[in-house]
């Protein structure tokens, strides 16, 4: 619907990245210059500020801070992980989100995240929709993990892509340092998409990376892992730096990180990790050799002073163009980046996509990338994920210290 007009809500929901505030800034800056948005709201932890009655009033935020959330990691309002159930089982959530539309006079709503939170997008979009009540819905896409259906890459990627390059490299430049041997396992996130851990593939183009890299999307078979490093060891004087996903899996799809799984979250997923420890425990027990292994964690995600300069500016105007698209009329569709290669050089175009299509659907590396009979990645990814890292966009330093955004936070009031 066009000519709506209103106050948007924002929101952000799932795990944070180091740009994830970028998009935030860009939905905050855009909305507050639009002359049909009549108040700007940021709620607290996603989709349950929202129910919960709990969110800001961003007009009462310095331009400054706002400016700052673009070098900012994590999500300056909360996260949350939280499942809408189908309205046709419990409409509650539901009945209760358009009465806080309502009331507040809602007419945009943004939702910042990824497969699970354009789910969620998705079924608001539609429960919106059919209830009669005019409100625009867009989602912004985010995802350290790359997986969303739909769009070339997405915010958040190429700033864990560049960390975990840089990281690798460094940890290779310290690891061969002795003259004795040591096997290096360096476990990266990802659960069925390897595009981050793909990303230690740069790191080889700078000849300082990985003797062996191993993505979910093949079958992993411990034993001939084993063999690979031992492979690697007699030649390098028992030294092997391999890079693993979490997301590993067995030929039967069980994930190894199961064995070491505890718990589930919210949406039924097993809470991997620990692959890297348990699999440096079977290296050192079978070879003898010393074994490090380094889980990288949530520095993964939130190593702001790594971010890529492209991530951070794409983030913002994915943010931006969100806004731009809902108040032009569009709803019920995510932003995605196209690649222009057409001038010789790469630029991102930003378009939209029906949100059903990019809801709980995952794009995983394409296996024609993944060679060396699956430890390694052909040049094809390098040139794919390399005009994404470009660039450095950091928070002014205080101190010697990075200077992130500080909101008030001022809790909206009707």
Request: aromatic residues 8%; hydrophobic residues 40%.
């Amino acid at each position: 619907m066009k000519g709506l007009k209103g106050a948007c809500m924002f929101a952000q929901s799932g795990g944070p990245t180091s740009v994830i505030n970028s998009s935030a800034a860009g939905v905050f800056t855009e909305a507050l210059g639009q002359e049909l948005i009549t108040e700007v709201y940021g709620a607290a932890h996603g989709i349950k500020g929202v129910l919960d009655e709990v969110f800001y009033d961003i007009s009462k935020e310095d331009p400054k801070e706002i400016e700052l959330l673009k070098y900012t990691p994590s999500s300056a309002l909360g996260s949350v992980r939280y499942k809408l159930k189908p309205v046709e089982k419990d409409d509650s959530d539901y009945k209760r989100l358009l009465e806080v539309f309502k009331k507040y006079n809602i007419r945009y709503f943004f939702y910042n995240g990824g497969n699970d939170s354009m789910d969620t997008c998705n079924k608001i979009s539609k429960f919106i929709n059919g209830s009669g009540w005019e409100c625009n819905v867009i989602g912004v896409p985010k995802t350290i993990d790359n997986d969303l259906y739909g769009t070339d890459h997405c915010p958040g990627f190429a700033s864990a892509a560049k960390y975990i390059a840089t990281t690798l490299m460094e940890i290779n430049l310290d690891a061969k340092v002795y003259d004795t041997g040591m096997v290096c396992i360096i476990e990266v996130m990802g659960r069925n998409a390897g595009w981050l851990t793909a990303s230690a593939a740069l790191a080889g183009y700078k000849g300082l990376g990985a003797d062996l890299i191993y993505l979910p999307e093949t079958a992993f078979d411990i034993d001939k892992f084993v063999e690979d490093v031992k492979e690697v060891c007699k030649k390098n004087n028992n030294k092997c730096i391999a890079v693993v996903s979490e997301g590993i899996k067995l030929a039967d799809g069980r994930y190894v990180g199961e064995f070491t799984a505890s718990s589930t979250d919210l949406f039924g997923h097993a809470q991997l990790g620990g692959v890297g420890a348990m699999l440096g425990n079977i290296v050192k027990e079978k070879t003898g050799i010393k074994v490090r292994a380094i889980e990288l964690s949530l520095m993964q995600r939130c190593g702001a002073h790594l971010a890529s300069k492209v991530d951070v500016e794409e983030a913002f105007n994915a943010g931006a163009e969100a806004v731009k698209a809902a108040v032009n009329g569009e709803t019920d569709k995510m932003v995605v980046f196209q690649r222009d290669m057409s001038s010789g050089s790469y630029e991102c175009k930003y378009k939209l996509m029906p949100l059903e299509l990019a809801a709980n659907t995952e794009k995983t590396v394409p296996t024609e990338w993944i060679v060396n009979n699956g430890t390694g990645l052909s040049d094809e990814f390098v040139k794919y994920a390399l005009p994404l890292i470009q660039g450095d966009a950091k928070a002014p330093l205080e101190d010697g210290l990075p200077r992130f955004a500080k909101l008030k936070k001022v809790l909206a009031k009707k």
